[in-house]
């Protein structure tokens, strides 16, 4: 895309009018800095957002957040609104990886009180979560078992002992998606899930311990109950292959279904269906499902981090509190003001955080970098659909990263930064570099001058395993 197709509405948004295409029905928006616009039209990601702005039933616009890259379908960083009767649902504006998210665990105690036992915190840690692709779990579930975990998600996990009950109130819907129906999952998919649970997988996925490097706001901070130098750990991961399945699955079914509906597209894969129809209905109960698997593997995946923070610093170390936890690969129907009137829309958030006004929003950096706790404010409910950036997102493929970046020197520089490193593939290191990912301070910056949400505590890795 042109630079010249996009114009100026402030220094943090950008727009590309309806006119710019004839099918486009409602206008495409960027939050970005016009720096970080010059990199952004580098990749095919804003005419994706102009493919989305031409999706039957799309309200208002289609907005992408600074983190925005190359995604499937939609662009990472995608976020759209779509009326409940005339609009559509897709599996390439929520992810194959359903409900990826990140939930931070809190300690009680200061960094320099573990300092020296860090490196075999790590260790322990990387022991108990399995990792990797294809790794299974410690769980192997019948048919039976699985399908209570994909109707209730995290409550499931801490009800047969692998979670914490305090934990729910912490977690956004409380761990579990309303609407799942166990049966609109393939039996593909459950069986490449039913093992999976308590682990992150590979790519982008880790846990890092960290510790909370600056405060921005004393006030918020202190409701949340952090303190500079307190020690934190950061989960990476989502629904694993049984998503994945759940997205495969649906694709092919849509793109057999749009004939009969009408829909013909640009791009095959916005493979889209009306979400009121039974395909649509089908697809949301599946991904419901998915979501809530993916909320009952962080939720075993915490069960482990304490039961390796135990087994290093003793109960002596006090317990690891849940502060949040948040999806930024989903599909919700939520409530917001259209032309004057609340209105009930169903929101595709692809490589996007809820950004509710009060609500802590995680945004981990890439590997060695800082991670940033937000709090959403006012005006992502008027501008954003309350939604928020997720992380850093990408500026390199992985293939570039692995062509321009050494794993085995990354890992010997991260350890002399202080950052203790557990992993399963050193060539995958090179993939997460940090150079590998934007600058995750200014797509931070331009969420906090939008009030989209504002900056709480900034956090710095100490340790990080991944698979």
Same mark, same amino acid.
């Given at each position: 895309?042109?630079?010249?197709?996009?114009?100026?509405?402030?220094?943090?948004?950008?727009?590309?009018?309806?006119?710019?295409?004839?099918?486009?029905?409602?206008?495409?928006?960027?939050?970005?800095?016009?720096?970080?616009?010059?990199?952004?039209?580098?990749?095919?990601?804003?005419?994706?957002?102009?493919?989305?702005?031409?999706?039957?039933?799309?309200?208002?616009?289609?907005?992408?957040?600074?983190?925005?890259?190359?995604?499937?379908?939609?662009?990472?960083?995608?976020?759209?609104?779509?009326?409940?009767?005339?609009?559509?649902?897709?599996?390439?504006?929520?992810?194959?990886?359903?409900?990826?998210?990140?939930?931070?665990?809190?300690?009680?105690?200061?960094?320099?009180?573990?300092?020296?036992?860090?490196?075999?915190?790590?260790?322990?840690?990387?022991?108990?979560?399995?990792?990797?692709?294809?790794?299974?779990?410690?769980?192997?579930?019948?048919?039976?078992?699985?399908?209570?975990?994909?109707?209730?998600?995290?409550?499931?996990?801490?009800?047969?002992?692998?979670?914490?009950?305090?934990?729910?109130?912490?977690?956004?819907?409380?761990?579990?998606?309303?609407?799942?129906?166990?049966?609109?999952?393939?039996?593909?998919?459950?069986?490449?899930?039913?093992?999976?649970?308590?682990?992150?997988?590979?790519?982008?996925?880790?846990?890092?311990?960290?510790?909370?490097?600056?405060?921005?706001?004393?006030?918020?901070?202190?409701?949340?109950?952090?303190?500079?130098?307190?020690?934190?750990?950061?989960?990476?991961?989502?629904?694993?292959?049984?998503?994945?399945?759940?997205?495969?699955?649906?694709?092919?079914?849509?793109? $057999?279904? #749009?004939? &009969?509906?009408?829909?013909?597209? /640009?791009? *095959?894969?916005?493979?889209?269906?009306?979400?009121? +129809?039974? %395909?649509?209905?089908?697809?949301?109960?599946?991904?419901?499902?998915?979501?809530?698997?993916?909320?009952?593997?962080?939720?075993?995946?915490?069960?482990?981090?304490?039961?390796?923070?135990?087994?290093?610093?003793?109960?002596?170390?006090?317990?690891?509190?849940?502060?949040?936890?948040?999806?930024?690969?989903?599909?919700k129907i939520e409530e917001y003001a259209v032309s004057g009137?609340?209105?009930?829309?169903?929101?595709?958030?692809?490589g996007a955080t809820r950004s509710f006004p009060g609500q802590?929003?995680?945004?981990?950096?890439?590997?060695?970098?800082?991670?940033?706790?937000?709090?959403?404010?006012?005006?992502?409910?008027?501008?954003?659909?309350?939604?928020?950036?997720?992380?850093?997102? $990408?500026? #390199?493929? &992985?293939?570039?990263?692995?062509? /321009?970046? *050494?794993?085995?020197?990354?890992?010997?520089?991260? +350890?002399? %930064?202080?950052?203790?490193?557990?992993?399963?593939?050193?060539?995958?290191?090179?993939?997460?570099?940090?150079?590998?990912?934007?600058?995750?301070?200014?797509?931070?910056?331009?969420?906090?001058?939008?009030?989209?949400?504002?900056?709480?505590?900034?956090?710095?890795?100490?340790?990080?395993?991944?698979?």
């Amino acid at each position: 895309m042109e630079r010249s197709a996009l114009r100026r509405i402030n220094d943090w948004l950008w727009e590309i009018p309806k006119t710019y295409r004839s099918d486009m029905r409602v206008p495409a928006r960027v939050y970005a800095t016009e720096e970080m616009l010059d990199e952004i039209i580098g990749d095919r990601s804003l005419d994706q957002l102009v493919n989305v702005a031409g999706l039957p039933g799309i309200v208002d616009y289609a907005i992408a957040m600074p983190d925005i890259h190359e995604g499937y379908g939609f662009p990472v960083g995608g976020v759209a609104a779509f009326d409940l009767k005339e609009g559509i649902i897709s599996p390439g504006g929520i992810g194959y990886d359903i409900n990826c998210g990140v939930r931070l665990l809190r300690s009680n105690i200061d960094v320099s009180a573990i300092r020296s036992v860090i490196p075999e915190l790590g260790r322990a840690l990387y022991r108990e979560i399995p990792s990797g692709v294809g790794q299974a779990g410690r769980l192997k579930l019948t048919d039976t078992e699985l399908d209570e975990v994909l109707r209730r998600g995290a409550g499931r996990m801490t009800e047969i002992g692998y979670g914490d009950p305090a934990d729910l109130k912490n977690c956004e819907e409380q761990g579990c998606l309303a609407g799942a129906d166990p049966r609109m999952v393939s039996v593909r998919a459950k069986d490449r899930g039913r093992d999976q649970l308590g682990t992150i997988g590979a790519g982008n996925h880790f846990v890092e311990v960290e510790t909370i490097e600056e405060i921005f706001d004393k006030d918020a901070a202190d409701k949340f109950g952090l303190f500079p130098g307190q020690v934190v750990i950061l989960i990476h991961t989502g629904s694993r292959g049984l998503g994945h399945q759940v997205a495969t699955d649906y694709i092919r079914e849509m793109m $057999r279904a #749009m004939p &009969r509906h009408g829909i013909f597209l /640009k791009d *095959r894969e916005l493979a889209c269906v009306p979400f009121d +129809s039974d %395909e649509g209905r089908n697809y949301f109960q599946a991904m419901a499902g998915a979501a809530n698997f993916a909320w009952g593997n962080r939720e075993l995946i915490s069960w482990e981090v304490r039961r390796a923070w135990r087994g290093i610093l003793g109960d002596g170390a006090g317990e690891l509190e849940l502060l949040y936890d948040v999806a930024h690969n989903i599909a919700k129907i939520e409530e917001y003001a259209v032309s004057g009137a609340n209105k009930k829309l169903v929101i595709h958030r692809k490589g996007a955080t809820r950004s509710f006004p009060g609500q802590p929003v995680l945004v981990p950096g890439s590997m060695g970098t800082r991670s940033y706790l937000l709090m959403g404010e006012s005006a992502a409910m008027k501008e954003s659909f309350g939604s928020s950036c997720h992380g850093a997102g $990408r500026r #390199m493929s &992985r293939t570039e990263a692995r062509r /321009k970046i *050494r794993g085995g020197e990354l890992k010997q520089k991260l +350890s002399a %930064e202080g950052v203790s490193i557990n992993a399963g593939s050193i060539s995958g290191l090179a993939e997460e570099a940090p150079e590998a990912y934007k600058d995750v301070d200014q797509v931070v910056d331009v969420i906090s001058r939008s009030g989209i949400a504002a900056k709480i505590a900034r956090m710095k890795p100490v340790a990080v395993i991944k698979g």
